[in-house]
């Protein structure tokens, strides 16, 4: 299976330092008894590969998740668990739903997590700490919970938090969208797991040392997508509140179709005909019945023929867990969560547009990207990004604005007077660029500057415990005040000189020319679907 490593992925590979195991601390979780390992150099302990649902097999794939059956016995968490069936991205050089309009070992059996603590040498758990739950990103098609390593927060936050780390079913497992599928099934399948990881957090962590009143959510990318998503869920009323503070690192908006619109059915028609179920009665039987390695195939062969830098399998508007299109109920600031800091980078969108095609005008590019625009929202695109560079130059920034960094100022709207934007700009300030800041793993970022990592990645972790980067874990960082956002009010700009590469990190405008293209996206959220 070809998988695309692009930034967007934000494959930090980590290789993990060797652990040394002089005790095992074992915990109850009713379900099951699991063991973890103790990193005595560090005294950070991790509990691996913990089941939150039951395996999403047979009768149970495309259903939301349930919870895990009962096991005997000491279960290990000692290794990573094996990832979500993956998926890569689009590579088409045109929109083919436009045209068609009117491995490390991959499993279905994946729904786990990782959670790390710091503790004592024989990994006693805290008491009431101040918990982030991750969510990977990937596009929604790829992505795993071994790609990031915990210890590096807790590092960070100098010992005051604990670290959950999720895994979600991806692609057409997770997001089959389809009106037999809302009849038979759940969508939005992987949002809804993360729903359930988030809910086993808030019954179970106390028991790893996690205050569940404190917990933060944050993610990249999809992940940062996902927490939108879950921003928004049940219009606002999530029961019991599952996070109290959301983190985005590059806030994902795809379209996101109402579940039964013409995209959605067409995505849903393909994965019937590539798995030959088109000539039964039940298509849902059918899909359910087929191998993992039948549906893997349609997976792949699928988003690979999407438009080159797109998603195709991504939430949809279900009218349960996502009552509506997502920038309408940040409008209307029907929101979950107590406080919010969002990220985003320079250059967004450029991972995202083949950057060998040049012939392409601003206009044309919104009407392969956004399907339902006609000639006059392409043109008033055309005339919003004429004067921003190259032509490839303003289809990058079409594409990172309207699907990144515009859905960004939208949900710091939604938070007034208790949210903060950063803008990650360390050349060449491309997407997934600053993951390796807080998630270094055995990686050294190319910026290796110690005031700027500990400033970036601290104002995460004050965050999280604190719902205010200016309540500093180290107060000695050089990160100066930083002012809730209000529109046309200052954000933070993590940077550094050029030639000599020192650090800066101050207050910056934001600019009322993007904020105006943003307000043009936002208007026509109904043909761009989000």
Same mark, same amino acid.
């Given at each position: 299976m070809l998988l695309l490593r692009l930034p967007f992925f934000s494959t930090v590979l980590l290789a993990f330092s060797v652990v040394r195991a002089q005790s095992s601390p074992l915990i109850d979780l009713g379900y099951a008894q699991y063991q973890g390992l103790v990193d005595t150099t560090k005294n950070i302990t991790q509990f691996l590969g913990v089941r939150y649902a039951a395996a999403p097999l047979g009768d149970l794939?495309? +259903?939301? *998740? &349930? *919870? *895990?059956?009962n096991v005997t016995g000491v279960q290990q968490a000692t290794a990573q668990p094996n990832e979500c069936f993956q998926a890569p991205t689009g590579l088409s050089p045109t929109n083919?739903?436009? /045209?068609?309009?009117?491995e490390i070992i991959a499993t279905e059996d994946c729904l786990f997590l990782n959670v790390y603590y710091p503790s004592d040498a024989v990994g006693t758990p805290p008491q009431n700490l101040p918990t982030l739950v991750w969510i990977h990103g990937g596009g929604y098609l790829a992505g795993s919970a071994s790609t990031f390593n915990g210890e590096d927060i807790i590092r960070q936050s100098n010992h005051e938090v604990v670290v959950v780390i999720i895994q979600y079913r991806l692609g057409v497992f997770g997001f089959l969208p389809g009106t037999a599928v809302k009849a038979n099934g759940a969508l939005n399948a992987g949002l809804l797991d993360q729903d359930s990881a988030m809910r086993w957090v808030n019954q179970?962590?106390?028991k790893f040392g996690g205050d569940p009143s404190k917990v933060t959510i944050w993610g990249e990318s999809a992940g940062a997508g996902s927490v939108l998503q879950h921003v928004v869920a049940n219009g606002g009323k999530t029961q019991p509140q599952l996070f109290r503070g959301a983190i985005t690192s590059s806030t994902f908006l795809p379209s996101? #179709? &109402?579940?039964?619109?013409?995209?959605?059915? =067409?995505?849903? /028609?393909?994965?019937?005909? &590539? $798995?030959?179920?088109? /000539? $039964?009665?039940?298509?849902m039987t059918c899909l359910r019945a087929a191998s993992a390695t039948a549906l893997e195939a349609a997976n792949t062969n699928i988003n690979i023929g999407g438009f080159f830098g797109t998603f195709l399998?991504?939430?949809?508007?279900?009218? $349960?867990?996502?009552?509506? +299109? *997502? $920038? =309408?109920? =940040?409008m209307q600031r029907k929101v979950n969560g107590q406080a919010l800091l969002t990220v985003t980078n320079t250059f967004e969108g450029t991972?995202?547009?083949? &950057?060998?095609v040049t012939a392409v005008t601003a206009a044309q590019y919104s009407l392969e990207l956004f399907p339902d625009f006609t000639a006059a929202q392409a043109n008033t695109v055309e005339t919003l990004y004429s004067g921003l560079g190259t032509e490839l130059f303003q289809v990058s920034a079409i594409q990172g604005e309207s699907i990144f960094i515009c859905p960004? #100022? #939208?949900m710091l709207s939604a938070f007034p007077g208790? /949210?903060?934007?950063?803008e990650f700009a360390i050349p060449p300030g491309l997407h997934g660029n600053d993951v390796v800041y807080y998630f270094p793993g055995t990686s050294t970022p190319p910026f290796n500057n110690t005031a700027f990592i500990d400033a970036f990645a601290q104002s995460f972790t004050s965050f999280i415990i604190n719902q205010n980067p200016n309540i500093k874990v180290d107060p000695t960082t050089i990160t100066p005040l930083w002012n809730a956002f209000a529109v046309g009010d200052t954000e933070m700009l993590f940077n550094q000189t050029a030639p000599n590469g020192l650090p800066v990190v101050q207050p910056i405008t934001t600019s009322s020319a993007l904020l105006t293209r943003c307000q043009f996206w936002e208007s026509v959220g109904n043909l761009t679907a989000q």
């Amino acid at each position: 299976m070809l998988l695309l490593r692009l930034p967007f992925f934000s494959t930090v590979l980590l290789a993990f330092s060797v652990v040394r195991a002089q005790s095992s601390p074992l915990i109850d979780l009713g379900y099951a008894q699991y063991q973890g390992l103790v990193d005595t150099t560090k005294n950070i302990t991790q509990f691996l590969g913990v089941r939150y649902a039951a395996a999403p097999l047979g009768d149970l794939r495309f +259903r939301a *998740p &349930q *919870p *895990p059956v009962n096991v005997t016995g000491v279960q290990q968490a000692t290794a990573q668990p094996n990832e979500c069936f993956q998926a890569p991205t689009g590579l088409s050089p045109t929109n083919p739903l436009e /045209s068609r309009a009117t491995e490390i070992i991959a499993t279905e059996d994946c729904l786990f997590l990782n959670v790390y603590y710091p503790s004592d040498a024989v990994g006693t758990p805290p008491q009431n700490l101040p918990t982030l739950v991750w969510i990977h990103g990937g596009g929604y098609l790829a992505g795993s919970a071994s790609t990031f390593n915990g210890e590096d927060i807790i590092r960070q936050s100098n010992h005051e938090v604990v670290v959950v780390i999720i895994q979600y079913r991806l692609g057409v497992f997770g997001f089959l969208p389809g009106t037999a599928v809302k009849a038979n099934g759940a969508l939005n399948a992987g949002l809804l797991d993360q729903d359930s990881a988030m809910r086993w957090v808030n019954q179970h962590i106390t028991k790893f040392g996690g205050d569940p009143s404190k917990v933060t959510i944050w993610g990249e990318s999809a992940g940062a997508g996902s927490v939108l998503q879950h921003v928004v869920a049940n219009g606002g009323k999530t029961q019991p509140q599952l996070f109290r503070g959301a983190i985005t690192s590059s806030t994902f908006l795809p379209s996101q #179709y &109402q579940f039964n619109d013409r995209v959605p059915e =067409l995505l849903f /028609s393909e994965v019937v005909a &590539q $798995t030959n179920c088109s /000539s $039964t009665t039940d298509a849902m039987t059918c899909l359910r019945a087929a191998s993992a390695t039948a549906l893997e195939a349609a997976n792949t062969n699928i988003n690979i023929g999407g438009f080159f830098g797109t998603f195709l399998f991504v939430p949809v508007v279900d009218g $349960t867990f996502i009552t509506q +299109r *997502p $920038t =309408l109920s =940040l409008m209307q600031r029907k929101v979950n969560g107590q406080a919010l800091l969002t990220v985003t980078n320079t250059f967004e969108g450029t991972a995202f547009v083949n &950057q060998s095609v040049t012939a392409v005008t601003a206009a044309q590019y919104s009407l392969e990207l956004f399907p339902d625009f006609t000639a006059a929202q392409a043109n008033t695109v055309e005339t919003l990004y004429s004067g921003l560079g190259t032509e490839l130059f303003q289809v990058s920034a079409i594409q990172g604005e309207s699907i990144f960094i515009c859905p960004t #100022y #939208y949900m710091l709207s939604a938070f007034p007077g208790r /949210s903060f934007k950063g803008e990650f700009a360390i050349p060449p300030g491309l997407h997934g660029n600053d993951v390796v800041y807080y998630f270094p793993g055995t990686s050294t970022p190319p910026f290796n500057n110690t005031a700027f990592i500990d400033a970036f990645a601290q104002s995460f972790t004050s965050f999280i415990i604190n719902q205010n980067p200016n309540i500093k874990v180290d107060p000695t960082t050089i990160t100066p005040l930083w002012n809730a956002f209000a529109v046309g009010d200052t954000e933070m700009l993590f940077n550094q000189t050029a030639p000599n590469g020192l650090p800066v990190v101050q207050p910056i405008t934001t600019s009322s020319a993007l904020l105006t293209r943003c307000q043009f996206w936002e208007s026509v959220g109904n043909l761009t679907a989000q």
